[in-house]
């Protein structure tokens, strides 16, 4: 059974910082591109920062230079590092397994709170 359970979400202020952390069960966790999203109240979901099997990261414009996404995988995990956090920042992060080769899915986390207080 395919499990993303994330934790490290809470309140904050504004210019502080938090760690994401997203543990993976099942053995499809080094072959995925995994990523963060975030969807804040009333707004789509978005892609925050993704990592590819071979470490190769993408990071959203409104996030680059303060936030770091990170990869174990002996220990299947994946981190978001958030500093210098805005209240822009407030939202629900979502984890991301993905993979779109000779195998395909989508796997997501239940979503842990971030809070950003001015």
């Known amino acids: 059974q395919v499990q993303l359970v994330e934790s490290g979400g809470g309140l904050v202020q504004a210019g502080g910082s938090l760690r994401l952390s997203c543990a993976a069960s099942?053995?499809?966790?080094?072959?995925?591109?995994m990523g963060w999203y975030r969807q804040a109240p009333g707004k789509q979901r978005e892609l925050v920062a993704a990592?590819?099997?071979?470490?190769?990261?993408n990071y959203a414009d409104s996030v680059k230079g303060r936030f770091t996404i990170s990869r174990d995988n002996a220990k299947n995990t994946v981190y978001l590092q958030m500093n210098s956090l805005k209240p822009e920042d407030t939202a629900v992060y979502y984890c991301?397994?993905?993979?779109?080769?000779?195998?395909?899915?989508?796997?997501w986390g239940q979503g842990t709170q971030v809070t950003v207080s001015s």
């Open positions: 991301n397994a993905h993979r779109a080769d000779l195998v395909r899915y989508d796997f």
């Open positions: 099942g053995s499809f966790f080094r072959l995925s591109t």
């Open positions: 990592i590819t099997p071979g470490g190769g990261t």
